[in-house]
């Protein structure tokens, strides 16, 4: 049995995380038991920029999942890059619970990308209406205000991240998240490495 806590900025990503998590978990590794603990939500300019932010944060997530355990850092890239900033939180990371196994995945730009990754799965789910072939085959990571994105093509023009991202999360075609969002293949590789 594997114990996974995990770190994210919004209040949609804490109920939709596990979510997705439990997910993967039976798509990838579906003979390993993993308990996925409840998110720890920090607020990611005080997490990233205030080093006792930082390390109470992290200490509390590895206490959390306990010694043979694994820490998840989730947050949005917004602007950052991610195969530059990730590694430099990483590291960060890693001095604070140097004796645990600890991952950081930015969801490029946001967590949302890959439902626009996997619009096509979502067609129609929760009001979201795709008719235009251009919206599936967008670059999911490129827009740079992916809630909006989907809020334009949700009926109502309304979308809710603590109710539609953990609807959603339960419905993406992992697959196409997969092959569409090269972050959501970060979030794949690492549960591979960290999952036995």
Not at 54 to 64: P, V, Y
Not at 106 to 118: D, P, Q, S, T, V
Not at 151 to 178: H, N
Not at 179 to 192: G, Q
Request: with cysteine; proline share 4%.
């Amino acid at each position: 049995m594997t114990r996974l806590s995990s770190i994210v900025e919004g209040h949609g990503e804490v109920a939709a995380l596990p979510v997705l998590l439990r997910r993967i978990a039976l798509w990838r590794s579906p003979h390993t038991h993993v308990d996925v603990q409840t998110p720890i939500r920090v607020h990611r300019d005080r997490f990233l920029n205030r080093a006792d932010e930082f390390s109470r944060h992290l200490t509390l997530a590895g206490d959390k999942c306990g010694d043979d355990g694994w820490v998840l850092i989730l947050l949005d890239a917004d602007d950052d890059c991610p195969a530059v900033r990730g590694p430099e939180i990483l590291a960060r990371a890693q001095q604070v619970l140097p004796h645990r196994t600890v991952s950081v995945v930015l969801a490029n730009r946001e967590f949302e990308a890959w439902f626009i990754g996997a619009a096509a799965s979502l067609n129609g789910q929760r009001g979201l209406s795709i008719t235009a072939a251009a919206d599936l085959e967008v670059d999911a990571e490129s827009p740079r205000d992916a809630k909006g994105w989907l809020r334009e093509r949700m009926s109502g023009g309304t979308y809710g991240e603590t109710t539609d991202q953990p609807a959603f999360a339960a419905r993406i075609d992992l697959q196409q998240a997969l092959e569409r969002c090269r972050s959501f293949r970060k979030l794949c590789d690492e549960w591979d490495r960290s999952v036995a």
